[in-house]
């Protein structure tokens, strides 16, 4: 037998308790983690630096509110089940996720402590595989990196032996994702600003009770938010002063590189939603903050090596240096935030360089800094999507960093360039695509052949702008109340967002370009029978009640590139005579293209529409206590 419950790579890698964490979560649930990462706290004495909120692992493992965490003590598992394996094997069946202290000195994948050291590690495991007599287990493994492994049902099973350290978690935890939540989760943008002064003021910012409750906040052995850097430099400057053999802990960087992190997430997210003027320049900031952090680790890393006192000095300035932008663009993001949402300033022509938001990229993109900023890649799944409105679009790249690049327009191939057969310079045209018919496109670069030699490459795009007035066009379809949660086959051939559980959206349509503004994401059940609920994505019959929600109106923007139909679907699962007008408007224009008047939709309703070009779908509730949508269909 043969069972893996689902991972994703989780946002937060610094410490694993983070990593479970987020990698059992989805991407809905994300915000009510990251609501709580804009401040860090340092202990001088322990010379450990963390997010504020998670400075007590075990405490922040077990009072997640969207899992059911079951402590089980080690006895009780040796008293029932004939081996530990035995246990893991069922708990997997029962749909937990386990997590417990790993001796790693009986598991290879721990390269440091591996027959050397009686270490204790949290470690979650995820699966198993009875045939190959191995589990799927997370944790940083080595060097900090937090990861997936293989490992042998041997090594787990004498792992679970303490031996004489002490098991700070007190015992191991089932950790399952909470079925009925009846719960909104959304960013909370008064505490984001709240957290944001803190930090730069160096002060403590209120966490959940529990985390007070342990700590004495106010201990001196105990600094807050940016001057966190301070005792980092200070950590560094002295450390070979007081200790002769003592390597700096590679995780202080790697904490300080995913904080920067948080803040370039919540700059692209609060972005989208129209929550954050100059998104494109601050999301930037942050991005180069995040690549000068990665270059400290290095540093960091090769000072381990060489004890080299050059190397110190220069790790010493570069986290000065970092600070001191760290607080202009943290100053910046908090000032950035507007009272109310705006309208998205969406890149559609002129000139769009490789840094621009607009882009899209998938998988592991690099920067190379000079006169223009190179993004590349060498990712066997390496692609990026930008849309834009004209005609036709030039593609700059660079020779340096460009092997053989697949170029899509609009879901069709249209080239495969090999950049070895230009001449050799920084700034080249690799192609222009023309004669388009003018309207919104959907541009798509892809890695055509992956080996160390082959980069995807981007430094701008140039669309001239035509001006030509182009205006959106909608027409309805249909209606149908028959279908009801039964999706799939009828609805989402070429993508679909079924809220709270799955987004794939199609090639027509950019994720930067795909936006909910004012609402609210609302989980009630995450399993139920109810027909009426919309089917999950891979889980066969399971259904979910999920749904973004406002008492008043919300909208979702999008760019579509052609003309395609686009179906929504909604139901008021607790008969309270909802009713809604469904209002689209053009995205430019603000002028209204269509309104419908939906009522009587108790046992769920799909409203279909062929849509071309950029719009507005502003959901206004008439009638009830609110207006929600459960999910939207691509074909």
């Known amino acids: 037998r043969k069972n893996i419950l689902q991972v994703k790579e989780p946002l937060v890698k610094v410490y694993p308790h983070y990593g479970h964490i987020m990698s059992i979560i989805n ?26 909120i998670g400075l007590d692992a075990a405490k922040y493992v077990n009072n997640y509110p969207l899992c059911n965490n079951h402590g089980i003590s080690r006895s009780f598992v040796s008293a029932n089940w004939k081996s530990f394996c035995d246990f893991l094997v069922d708990s997997i ?24 050291l009686n270490f204790l590690h949290d470690i979650m495991i995820y699966g198993y595989d009875e045939k190959s007599k191995i589990f799927y287990a997370s944790d940083a493994f080595e060097k900090g990196k937090y990861e997936r492994r293989e490992i042998t049902f041997e090594e787990i099973e004498r792992s679970f032996s303490c031996g004489s350290e002490k098991d700070w978690m007190d015992g191991i935890r089932l950790i399952e994702r909470r079925e009925n939540q009846f719960m909104g989760i959304w960013y909370e943008i008064e505490y984001i600003k709240e957290q944001c002064d803190e930090f730069l003021r160096g002060e403590y910012v209120k966490c959940p009770i529990y985390l007070e409750r342990k700590r004495d906040i106010k201990d001196e052995k105990y600094t807050y938010g940016i001057n966190v850097y301070n005792a980092i430099y200070d950590y560094i400057k002295y450390l070979k002063d007081d200790y002769d053999s003592k390597s700096a802990d590679i995780r202080l960087f790697y904490l300080l590189f995913d904080h920067a992190n948080v803040l370039r997430y919540f700059s692209r997210e609060l972005s989208n939603k129209g929550i954050l003027i100059n998104s494109n320049e601050i999301f930037n900031e942050f991005d180069a903050i995040c690549n000068s952090l990665t270059n400290l680790c290095s540093k ?72 223009n900023i190179i993004k590349y890649s060498k990712d066997e799944n390496a692609e990026l999507k930008y849309q834009f409105l004209g005609n036709g679009i030039k593609i700059y790249t660079s020779i340096k960093k460009t092997g053989i690049v697949r170029i899509v327009i609009d879901g069709k191939d249209v080239a495969n360039i090999n950049m070895k057969d230009y001449i050799y310079k920084d700034d080249v045209c690799m192609y222009n695509v023309e004669n388009l018919e003018y309207g919104y496109h959907t541009l ?35 209606e149908d109340k028959k279908t009801q949660g039964n999706w799939k086959g009828r609805y989402g051939n070429a993508g679909y967002e079924i809220i709270g559980d799955s987004l794939k959206l199609p090639t027509y349509i950019s994720e930067n370009n795909y936006v909910y503004k004012d609402a609210a994401y609302v989980l009630l059940m995450r399993t139920t029978g109810n027909y009426k609920a919309l089917n999950k994505v891979n889980e ?15 909208s979702l923007e999008m760019v579509i590139s052609g003309k395609h139909q686009i179906a929504f679907y909604m139901v008021d699962y607790d008969n309270l005579d909802r009713s809604f007008e469904l209002i689209i408007e053009d995205g430019i224009k603000q002028t209204e293209l269509l309104k419908d008047y939906v009522e009587n939709f108790s046992n769920g309703i799909y409203l279909k529409y062929e849509i071309e070009g950029y719009v507005k779908i502003r959901f206004k509730c008439v009638n009830g206590p609110d207006v929600a949508l459960s999910g939207v269909f691509f074909d």
């Open 444 to 478: 798509e670069l892809k890695n055509e052949v992956v080996n160390e030699d082959n980069n995807i490459s981007i430094i701008k795009f140039v669309v001239e702008d035509t001006s030509i007035d182009i205006k959106s066009k909608v027409n309805k379809l249909e």
């Open 540 to 554: 066969g019959d399971e259904r979910i009640v999920a749904y973004y929600l406002k008492e008043t109106e919300f």
């Open 27 to 52: 991407e809905y649930e994300l915000p009510m983690l990251l609501n709580e990462m804009l401040e860090v706290v340092y202990d001088t004495e322990d010379e450990r630096a963390d997010f504020n």
């Open 93 to 116: 069946n029962n749909g937990y996720y386990i997590i417990y202290l790993a001796n790693t000195y009986y598991i290879s994948a721990y390269t440091e402590t591996y027959r050397r």
């Open 300 to 371: 960091v890393i090769k000072y381990n090596i060489t004890s080299s006192e050059s190397l110190k000095n220069i790790i010493l300035e570069s986290i000065l240096s970092i600070k001191q932008k760290l607080f202009d663009t943290v100053k910046k993001f908090k000032e950035s935030i507007p009272e109310k949402p705006i309208t998205n300033n969406i890149k559609l022509f002129g000139e769009v360089l490789s840094t621009d938001i607009a882009i899209e990229y998938n998988g592991n993109w690099k920067s190379v800094s000079g006169d």
